[in-house]
């Protein structure tokens, strides 16, 4: 699949039912007859501005009308797509110099939008290879939460060949973010099967939940983190979300306390644990059951096995590589992903990143484990844990502790302890505990431990 290729297997499914709502934005519903119309005219528009095959053209908003149609001219065009959310701003620059841009689109929050030409020079191998195979490319960032963000190349003609096969469709909110491999999976799922994407006014608790509320929304893919401050918002108890027919969740490690209050608090709802990453895309998975921690992943185009503890994978989708990193996969393809897990035939337990774990005098400890016992405690909304370096034991175990009427830290660290024994190794119990009001999650709803 080449160029425009997909675009044109993608209009005619818009054209088998052109009523049909494909978003609802701003609380109006915008029709796959009007996004057939939108993505026409944006290739027009391209055109004229000189855009081209080839061209590395950034996109910087959110989900919206002519976002959507914007990215899906670009792909026509046989262009490379660098999706950019506005809560990444202050890095947008350093983007657009690792992409080598030479276009970038700007769509503003009232989805009106102009077209820069920027040209910055370069010419990477690896965007040199989707233009001399005639493909279009996709280039994420990497959060960059342990070194520099990382620029990340794939033929998007692969990563979207899976889309062609038929699947359920569901009106779901996009919760993650336009720039996150999960939001992009999530959005191209929702086109070919044609689904209705519905668009918060901000990823809030409160206004997802009233997204959900007043357009029936059935399909709601979020973090555990976002499912934790769900179920710990007073107010979010007022909204009817029955609607809810499945949540899938992924980005970072699903707690068994939140897992166990949300399939209470969702009775109807099937849960379903996600797994990817933007090196290799986004695995079919299969959770053990709605209340299990464990999960098969893989599919057609994956292979995965456990060395050391660690989940590897070879993957058809793997990215082509890094702009500005050497490649991370071995001599036969595979992929280190970092990930700690428990293995169990076909299914496995994810137990967090290896960069994540605490070596407290050669004992190993994962944060979650310690954050599953703290999170028992009523007072507390939300913790995280993380190391930090000791002279004599390498490093101990420290706690952020998020309360909504926080007590001393001193106070704090003794109910933590008394809690925590039994329950724990005593080289798992805090050192040290901070009390914070804030919430402890990033722009991208995952929990925040460095």
């Known amino acids: 699949m080449t160029r425009s290729d997909y675009l044109d297997w993608q209009l005619g499914r818009f054209s088998e039912e052109p009523g049909r709502t ?3 934005w701003r609380d109006q519903e915008f029709s796959y007859g009007d996004l057939a119309t939108r993505v026409k005219g944006w290739g027009l528009r391209l055109e004229g501005e000189g855009v081209r095959a080839g061209h590395c053209v950034a ?3 959110d989900y919206s009308p002519e976002s959507v149609s914007c990215l899906l001219a670009l792909l026509g ?12 701003e202050d890095q947008h620059e350093s983007f657009l110099r690792i992409a080598e841009i030479d276009y970038v689109v700007r769509i503003d929050k009232d989805d009106s939008s102009r077209v820069e030409f920027l040209d910055f020079p370069g010419d990477h191998s690896l965007l040199q290879q989707l233009r001399e195979n005639g493909r279009p490319g996709l280039i994420l960032f990497s959060s960059g939460s342990t070194g520099d963000p990382k620029g990340i190349v794939h033929d998007l003609a692969i990563l979207l060949e899976k889309f062609k096969k038929p ?11 336009f720039d996150h491999i999960g939001g992009v999976n999530t959005l191209f799922f929702t086109l070919a099967n044609l689904g209705c994407i519905v668009v918060p006014e901000d990823r809030s608790v409160g206004s997802v939940c009233k997204t959900i509320q007043d357009h029936g929304v059935e399909l709601l893919p979020t973090s555990p983190s976002f499912l934790n401050l769900l179920l710990m918002e007073r107010d979010a108890g007022e909204y009817n979300l029955s609607s809810l027919r499945l949540i899938t969740y992924g980005t970072e490690v699903m707690s068994e306390r939140t897992l166990e209050m949300a399939t209470k608090a969702f009775p109807h709802a099937r849960f379903q644990q996600t797994y990817g990453l933007s090196e290799v895309g986004i695995l079919r998975s299969k959770s053990a059951g709605n209340d299990s921690l464990f999960v098969k992943v893989g599919g057609e185009d994956y ?8 989940l590897r994978i070879k993957a058809r989708t793997s990215m082509l590589g890094y702009l500005n990193a050497p490649s991370p996969f071995d001599e036969e393809g595979w992929l280190d992903t970092g990930d700690s897990v428990v293995q169990d035939g076909e299914y496995y337990r994810f137990l967090g990143r290896n960069s994540d774990i605490i070596n407290v005098g050669g004992q190993k400890v994962y944060p979650a484990e310690v ?3 703290i999170a028992e405690l009523p007072e507390v909304i939300d913790v995280a844990v993380r190391g930090e370096k000791h002279l004599l034991l390498g490093e101990v175990v420290v706690a952020t502790v998020q309360m909504e009427y926080p007590e001393s830290p001193v106070a704090m660290k003794q109910k933590i302890v008394q809690h925590c024994k039994g329950r724990l190794q005593p080289f798992m119990i805090p050192a040290r505990v901070s009390v914070v009001k804030d919430s402890l999650v990033n722009y991208r709803y995952k929990k925040i431990r460095r």
């Open 77 to 88: 065009k046989g262009a490379i797509l660098v999706p950019l959310s506005r809560d990444s």
């Open 167 to 177: 699947r359920k469709s569901f009106r779901t909110i996009n919760f993650l973010l």
């Open 371 to 373: 954050e599953k016992i």
């Open 59 to 61: 996109v910087a908003g």
């Open 303 to 310: 292979e995965t096995k456990v060395v050391d503890g660690t």
């Open 22 to 24: 494909f978003m609802v």
